[in-house]
T-cell receptor
């Protein structure tokens, strides 16, 4: 059974204090690992897709990396507007359903 | 391009009543998914449509849940009769058959409270 575990559950950072969120996964055959951002009362907002180990993608202050067992979401010099819950999900084939982790709740304090 | 929309945004019903949730996917997206997040748990898959056909309904909790997708456009999810454990946030997502694989775009969700 595909499984995703995210850590930490919650993270509190000072503005400008860089850190990383972890997503560990077990999947029968990884076809894609996805990062989403979710703000309170809203649906998940797509950030990145990573397809193979060694792949990296960047968007503004966020950088996602992928190994065969885990993915990291690096946040460089975060700002208060980066506060949100970050969700990791895996897809095992085609357009099959995603399996989500519980998310990491990030708070960035000015 | 309009995103995925869901209606209503909130619904409060009593145990035993019926509720119907609606999802309008991104125009042209053949794949439509329903997910649910129960408090304290992760988002979990309910079912998957390709056009008007149910591709996978392995996540549907029981036969009190009925999903339809009329003409391959919008979808409805009916819960009848509702139970307390059905409370949660119901998300709809859609993806393109021909675009980048697996990029699912989510709606804002419907928060269902069963009292």
């Amino acid at each position: 059974e595909d499984q995703v575990t995210q850590s930490p559950e919650a993270l509190r950072l000072q503005e400008g204090e860089s850190s990383s969120l972890n997503c560990s996964y077990t999947v029968s055959g990884l076809r894609g690992l996805f990062w989403y951002r979710q703000d309170p009362g809203k649906g998940p907002e797509f950030l990145f897709t990573l397809y193979s180990a060694g792949e990296e993608k960047e968007k503004e202050r966020l950088k996602a990396t992928l190994t065969k067992k885990e993915s990291f979401l690096h946040i460089t010099a975060p700002k208060p507007e980066d506060s949100a819950t970050y969700l990791c999900a895996v897809g095992s084939s085609g357009n099959t359903p995603l399996v989500f982790g519980k998310g990491t709740r990030l708070s960035v304090i000015a | 391009e309009a995103g995925v929309t869901q209606f209503p945004s909130h619904s409060v019903i009593e145990k035993g009543q019926t509720v119907t949730l609606r999802c309008d996917p991104i125009s042209g997206h053949d794949n439509l998914y329903w997910y649910r997040r129960v408090m304290g748990k992760e988002i979990k898959f309910l079912l998957h449509f390709v056009k008007e056909s149910k591709q996978d309904e392995s996540g549907m909790p029981n036969n009190r849940f009925l999903a339809e997708r009329t003409g391959g456009t919008y979808s409805t999810l009916k819960v009848q009769p509702a139970e307390l454990e059905d409370s949660g946030v119901y998300f709809c997502a859609s993806s393109s058959e021909t675009g980048p694989p697996y990029e699912q775009y989510f709606g804002p969700g419907t928060r269902l409270t069963v009292t």
